[in-house]
Structures are given as structure tokens and as C-alpha cells.
């Protein structure tokens, strides 16, 4: 079987058994049973799940990263874990990489990080924690562009992400009967609020940046009480990781003078942090030499912004001296990604896969 039928027999197994974060049991088995079939030395975790694969031998030790989770969202009616963004064919992808260059006489190691948890934010902390960054100089990833970013048959050598992190926060006033508002503290008030806040929060409008409300609640069945208490979420981005901490300054200090003006308790913690893309000039470079030589000049693409996150950035935020670079692939992918019913051109894969090897040589 050649290597192109074999990355999209290895994409159909993972597109057909999509697990959640931390959840991706079966996947880290077949990715195991991958490499016992293949020889390539490898190993599991006993407290998370994910694997870490290496082929050649020598100091230098460079390497690529495939994240494995799903998303769990409905599906045709259904609720369940489904690849919407594309995981599957990142696995796919760099097992190609590693079907393409296995056989060679290698003077570097090697290493193949296949990271639990990307839709957590936090799978990558994991993997720095068991040692993934171990001596290495030099890491890539890889991803598929939806169609609006990049067509099919080009390739991109950098992704430039935004940062995102939640916010969940609590309010605590004062419940009223309906009749009677002035004896209570609304928490839907303070909501609306909190509402008009963050939409009047301004910066250069040179970044880009966000800052919304993606979750409320509050009140019960009785449409007679005023609800005291309600919960709320926020999702913030910004395109630069200096940005983002002004944004949660910024938000941090309107919270706790909306509570003031209110007189309600607020209570609010962030979560699942996602650092924004430090890109190395010198990865962004040995990629796009790479991207030329195996599908020309005029397939390679600039470098792609995006306002989505990734969490591969912990790990040049946790290793500063780490030179990465994310590849974004073309692929026809519409509607989009985490859309349900996403879709792209799968011949993407062994272009993505063989872009990766030459990637990964010329390092």
C-alpha cells in the first residue's frame, strides 16, 4: 500500500472514532498500535492520555506536533464527539510525514508529539510536564484552513493565532418579588451592565480584539420573581498576548465597579487560557523553503492571521528559546471549522504530509 492510500485509510479510522479531550483512550491505543506495526519506538502515559513517537538518532532533535481530540457538539440531531476541526486529518498528516521519512538515514531525531486536549487549552501543558520539549530545538504543527484563509493545494508556513480565554463569573444580589423591585438587587440588571461594558471597551483598532458575553443564566419557572442571582460567561480574545493582559485588566477593574454600583457580590475567575501565536522567523522560513520545493512558488501561500486559538503556542511560551512555526494547509474546507457538518478535500492530506517531511529534513 502506498503512503498516500495509507494516510487516508489512517484518516478514516480517527474520522469514524472521534474522542473528547482527555477522554482519547482508543485513539492513543491505535496511534500505539500504529507505531509497534511500523517499529517505531514510542510511549504512552499512565495518567493521560496522547503518545510520543521518535525515529533517527543524533543530538539535534527536532519535531512536529498533531493534537487528537474532538469536539462533542450535534451532529445531525445527535450529540456526540465528531472532528469538526479537523484533528483527524492532522493525525493523518503527520503519520504521513512519519510514513515518508521512516525509512531514512536520519543524522537528528526525530520527534512525533500526538497531544491530547487541544480543545481544553491545556493538552499541551501536559505534554511539556512529561518531558515532550526534551532537547528539542525546533517544532512544528499542522492544521487544515478553511476556504475563506487558503483554497486547496496551498500551503501556508506560519499560522499567526489570536489568544482566547473564558471568563465565568457568579452575581449575587437580592431575589424580589415582581411587584415589587425596589427590595431587591436585579441580577439581570447587572448582566445588562456587564453587557454594555465590554462592548464599550476600546484599543487601537490596529489589533484586532474581542470581548462578548456567550452565557447567561438566570431566574426559574416563576416569571413573578426578580432573580438575584445569575451566572454569565465571556469570551475575550486579541491578537497579541500584551493586548490580552490589558483586556483583562481592563475588564477585572469594570467588573468589580459594576458589583460596587449595584451593591451585588461578583465573583469571577479565567479559564482556559490560550497564549497567542510567537511565531520563529527562522521555523516560518525552513517551512516555507519546504512548502516551494515540494509543491512550487506559486502554491505557497503568505503566512495566515486568524482569530481562533490553538494551545501549540504553550509550548514556545513555556520554552522561550523554542523556534515553532504552525503550518496552515489548504483544503477547500467549508462551511468551516467546528462546523458540525465540516467537510474538505481530503487529497489535502498527503500535500500537508509531504510538505511536513521536507519540513522536518531541512531542519
Known amino acids: 500500500m502506498d503512503n498516500e492510500t495509507k494516510i487516508l485509510e489512517y484518516f478514516d479510522h480517527f474520522h469514524a472514532h472521534p474522542e473528547v479531550s482527555w477522554k482519547e ?28 513517537a521518535e525515529i533517527g538518532e543524533g543530538d539535534q532533535v527536532v519535531a512536529v506536533r498533531a493534537d487528537i481530540d474532538a469536539l462533542w457538539q450535534e451532529v445531525q440531531g445527535k450529540v456526540q464527539a465528531n472532528h469538526s476541526c479537523g484533528h483527524d486529518a492532522n493525525m493523518a498528516m503527520v503519520l504521513g510525514a512519519l510514513l ?4 531514512e538515514t536520519l543524522t537528528k531525531r526525530i520527534r512525533f508529539i500526538f497531544q491530547p486536549a487541544e480543545e481544553k487549552g491545556n493538552g499541551s501543558l501536559a505534554m511539556i510536564e512529561r518531558g515532550a520539549l526534551e532537547d528539542v530545538t ?13 483554497p486547496f493545494g496551498q500551503v501556508a508556513p506560519a499560522i499567526y493565532h489570536g489568544s482566547g480565554i473564558f471568563l465565568k463569573g457568579k452575581i449575587t444580589g437580592v431575589d424580589a418579588h415582581g411587584a415589587r423591585p425596589h427590595q431587591g438587587k436585579n441580577a439581570i440588571d447587572v448582566v445588562v451592565a456587564i453587557h454594555q461594558f465590554v462592548k464599550s471597551i476600546y ?21 413573578n420573581i426578580i432573580p438575584g442571582s ?36 461578583i ?12 511565531v520563529s522567523e527562522e521555523a516560518m522560513q525552513i517551512a516555507d523553503a519546504a512548502i516551494r520545493s515540494v509543491i512550487g512558488d506559486e502554491n505557497t501561500s503568505a503566512p495566515i492571521e486568524t482569530t481562533g486559538a490553538d494551545d501549540f503556542h504553550f509550548y514556545t511560551i513555556k520554552k522561550p528559546e523554542l523556534k515553532a512555526a504552525m503550518l496552515g494547509v489548504g483544503a477547500d474546507l467549508v462551511p468551516g471549522l467546528h462546523h458540525p457538518d465540516m467537510a474538505f478535500n481530503r487529497d489535502a492530506l498527503d500535500i500537508g504530509a509531504r510538505v511536513l517531511a521536507e519540513t522536518l529534513r531541512r531542519t
Open 100 to 103: 515518508y521519512l521512516k525509512d
Open 138 to 150: 525546533h517544532l512544528y504543527g499542522v492544521h487544515l484552513r478553511p476556504i475563506e484563509e487558503m
Open 203 to 223: 484599543f487601537s483598532p490596529f489589533e484586532s480584539y474581542s470581548a462578548k458575553l456567550t452565557n447567561i443564566q438566570a431566574g426559574g419557572e416563576s416569571l
Open 267 to 278: 465573583e469571577w475567575e479565567w479559564d482556559d487560557y490560550t497564549p497567542a501565536a510567537e
Open 25 to 52: 483512550v482508543q485513539t492513543t491505543k491505535k496511534l500505539a498500535d500504529i507505531m509497534e506495526e511500523l517499529q517505531i519506538r514510542h510511549h504512552t502515559f499512565n495518567d493521560v492520555t496522547g503518545l510520543i
Open 230 to 265: 445569575a451566572d454569565f460567561a465571556l469570551d475575550v480574545r486579541s491578537q497579541s498576548n500584551s493586548l490580552m493582559a490589558e483586556l483583562r485588566k481592563r475588564i477585572d477593574a469594570g467588573l468589580e465597579s459594576i458589583a460596587a454600583l449595584h451593591g451585588v457580590e
